[in-house]
């Protein structure tokens, strides 16, 4: 647990924007079809395709709290699920926040 712990904390170190996701879920393919429409730059990790990623969601739930995917950061933040990601997208937010990100050319 302590390895997917690190591993998870340095993904999200790393990148502006990560997307840990299933692939099977409608909910995840949602969230990243918004990030794909604004041109987010962002990496998705399919959790269900990667051979540690039962114990990454298990550290992910001791990180954010979160244990459902779509379990999105921006900027190193934790956001949500898909419904913050869209409730962010419909008000505006999302794009201001990709931009301070880096994520997403002004």
Do not use: W
């Not at 699920?81 to 926040?97: I, M, P, T």
Request: hydrophobic fraction near 35%; glycine fraction near 6%; charged fraction near 25%.
């Amino acid at each position: 647990m302590a390895e997917a712990n690190t591993k998870v904390q340095q993904i999200i170190k790393d990148n502006a924007v990560v997307v840990f996701s299933k692939s099977y879920c409608p909910y995840c393919r949602a969230t990243k079809q918004v990030l794909s429409k604004i041109g987010a730059d962002f990496k998705a990790y399919e959790l269900d395709q990667l051979p540690d990623g039962a114990a990454m969601q298990d550290a992910l739930e001791e990180i954010t709290g979160q244990r459902t995917v779509p379990n999105v950061h921006i900027n190193h933040k934790h956001i949500g699920g898909n419904s913050d990601v869209q409730d962010l997208y419909k008000s505006g937010q999302l794009e201001k926040l990709l931009k301070e990100s880096g994520a997403l050319k002004a």
